[in-house]
């Protein structure tokens, strides 16, 4: 079977669609049940290099409205942006029998009502990954694997380009506006930066999400939104000295028949692991009696983030037609990659050695580590104890663990070191890279 | 339509998962498309109090099997634990044509294989979001929201009981056995805590997580497994004083055709996210291309977030039968809750003032708040500068907003203050706590 996805608006994140369902075609077709397949794009501009080879997709052109109502087309993905010709795309799918994507939370927070009301009355769905926080699967989430919580609180940094601004400012002591501008330079900002500085953003991703923890509708006029551009280096070092981070917080609660939905500056303990969220990161963290707190973090934007999240909701759509469920078992029964003995993996090691505390041990030491290849990127040397013993701490830089073996072999045969020496493994994973 | 569930084994999870069906029926069955039932109960002792009403449960039974073969059960959830009569009732419910939800991590990662083939030739599922971190939804995770991004690697902290006892050995300088003792007492080790401190817990976790993420089947006895019996307090102050913090962490890489599946004690750069996961909470760190990084954090055990788990893969269930997806839009059109006006929302606040430096000035503005109902929780005051204005920074408890705004616009009256009040708030959610 084959499901076929009509994409409109090839800028930054339809380009990173269309890589994703490029480059993870297997994976995507296999979870979707269904070979999905590029049967058209539209765009005001087709001649641009995006980076993406579109010469295979069958329909190429400049009106929306060709795909959707193409009999070809069984998913429209809206992602112009905007709340006017975007709305009229996502309606016309809806009315023409598509399901629809889209990352376009300012036309959901504002026009939700109407369209989701229209996906019901055409037995359609809408879906939205995209929309709030691109590389976190949040709202699948919402309905997936936590269905069956009723969320509580929500406490979410949904802006990437105000939490870069914060943290850098926090990080290199330098005032709003030269952070801004640097960020602009970045492309980490707009040139008009009004939606993500003054909350505004930030503000309809949390109407959208505190309609569905809630199970109530929240308008984007009622949530209570302040932005940072007032926010001063001064601030943020004193709340620093009183243990807290300041952080621009999307908050909602349901408290009991009345709700709270608000965005503004706000102080966050020091120790909060949402304080740890840093630069373009974002994460929503949520709370639910019985399930307690749980957190979401990854990249909350960027071409091939926010594209990810638009091809995981196309494999749903597809999922939905083919009424196949992305659980695929067969990877648990089928071995087809090897396991890299541990002999070959590589790290950076932690070593502690007890010597005998006299001069040349080191070098003894490191002599035979060099000789394995493997090369020491600091060494902590400690007070002799009684009896003249002495611990040792070298870090290494990465090294395979089977020349480590050895090598440690041949330490331990050193009259000088006196005990078994310990080892434990560094991982420099960069949970905060691209 | 009715969906009836029956569930077999009592204990802990079990007790959780009949109390999250019976305290949210309403959000279950609305989001499984069908009347969400709990038909039918076994265990080998139906008479100890488990703090859960069961007397409107028709069927209550000592025997499994008499789920199993009954006609009016449409999924069984496996709740027993181990990897005899769990794996043959597990075969049973699907020979007999039902869905099965488990959180045995044991039993899939052992037995997968067989019990997903298995699965497959009736075509029938088996939901397993229970099973690896408890209150985090990393499983459907996996299959929605994630579903396009081919996961390349994988840090995680997955077993609460390690990471309990490496945080109190790490804040409160205490060794392990004084510790492990401790969390025994306390319920967060079991009296036999082989398979939580040596690793072989998260090894089962990580085993089914790397055959999810990799499309390879991977065996437990092919994982690496280290545990932190043999952590002493001297290696996290070393580790501590070069920049890290000590995690067991479960790692997995996929490595072109090659992957690498290990659990051992890990120093973790400590600005990494994943370094500030205390406690028995638990996180899953993932890295794919084009996504980058993402992260799932939450409690990792317990009655309640497993029992949460279980109900949610009751709900995908439901949903497969009925075919009706877990989205329901009706929260968009429908407001039933009313939003709390901002100045009845209570919180602390950060206030810096700046005022003439000159004696009572503080109890001025100290007095005012005391009328207002504000009280004071710190106060920060700092040299004068130029013209002999001082700012003054005061952190509240708990206040109305509305009061607030009264108070400072009392203060900003004052002769003595200089400038517009800076008004932050704060927030003090525990995202750590229960």
């Not at 049940?33 to 005001?44: E, P, S």
């Not at 069956?148 to 979410?156: F, G, L, N, P, V």
């Not at 994460?283 to 749980?294: D, F, K, P, Q």
């Not at 003995?341 to 007890?354: A, D, G, H, N, Q």
């Given at each position: 079977m084959v499901y076929r996805v009509g994409l409109i608006g090839l800028g930054t994140v339809g380009s990173g669609a269309v890589k994703t369902l490029i480059q993870n075609a297997d994976q995507v077709s296999r979870r979707a049940?269904?070979?999905?397949?590029?049967?058209?794009?539209?765009?005001?501009d087709l001649e641009s290099d995006r980076g993406v080879d579109l010469s295979s997709v069958p329909l190429k052109t400049n009106?929306?409205?060709?795909?959707?109502?193409s009999d070809d087309i069984d998913c429209v993905v809206e992602l112009i942006g905007g709340e006017t010709i975007a709305k009229d795309f996502v309606k016309g799918a809806l009315e023409h029998g598509k399901d629809v994507v889209t990352a376009n939370k300012a036309l959901l927070a504002s026009h939700g009502a109407e369209l989701f009301q229209l996906a019901d009355r055409?037995?359609?769905?809408?879906?939205?990954?995209?929309?709030?926080?691109?590389?976190?699967?949040?709202?699948q989430s919402l309905y997936g694997g936590l269905a069956?919580?009723?969320?509580?609180?929500?406490?979410?940094i949904i802006n990437g380009t105000s939490n870069y601004i914060l943290t850098k400012m926090d990080e290199?002591?330098?005032?709003?506006?030269?952070v801004l501008k640097e960020a602009q330079e970045l492309g980490y900002a707009e040139l008009d930066p009004t939606y993500d500085v003054e909350g505004i953003d930030a503000a309809h991703k949390l109407a959208l999400l505190a309609s569905i923890c809630f199970g109530t509708r929240v308008d984007l006029k009622q949530v209570y939104t302040r932005g940072i551009s007032d926010i001063t280096i001064e601030d943020i070092h004193f709340g620093a000295r009183l243990g807290y981070r300041l952080k621009l917080l999307a908050i909602a609660k349901d408290l009991n028949g009345e709700i709270e939905v608000r965005v503004h500056p706000t102080f966050v303990p020091a120790r909060q692991i949402l304080a740890s969220v840093r630069g373009v990161f974002n994460?929503?963290?949520?709370?639910?009696?019985?399930?307690?707190?749980?957190m979401l973090y990854g990249r909350g934007a960027g071409d091939l983030p926010t594209g990810a999240a638009v091809v995981s909701d196309i494999i749903q759509c597809a999922q939905d037609k083919t009424s196949r469920r992305a659980i695929d078992y067969s990877n648990f029964y089928t071995p087809v990659k090897a396991v890299r003995?541990?002999?070959?993996?590589?790290?950076?090691?932690?070593?502690?050695?007890?010597v005998q505390d006299n001069p040349g041990v080191l070098s003894k030491i490191a002599g035979i580590l060099g000789g394995r290849n493997i090369s020491i990127l600091s060494v902590l040397q400690t007070?002799?104890?009684q009896n003249n013993q002495c611990p040792v701490v070298i870090m290494t830089h990465e090294a395979k663990e089977g020349n480590l073996m050895q090598a440690l072999e041949e330490i331990h045969a050193l009259d000088v070191v006196l005990a078994e020496t310990k080892v434990i493994r560094i991982e420099k994973m960069d949970t905060a890279r691209a």
């Open positions: 049940g269904a070979d999905v397949v590029l049967q058209g794009v539209a765009d005001l009106n929306g409205w060709d795909l959707i109502q055409h037995g359609r769905k809408i879906h939205f990954e995209g929309a709030v926080g691109g590389g976190i699967p949040i709202i069956s919580s009723k969320i509580r609180e929500i406490h979410a290199d002591d330098r005032p709003f506006q030269t994460a929503v963290s949520m709370y639910a009696e019985g399930l307690g707190s749980t003995p541990m002999s070959e993996v590589e790290t950076e090691y932690y070593l502690r050695f007890l007070e002799p104890s």
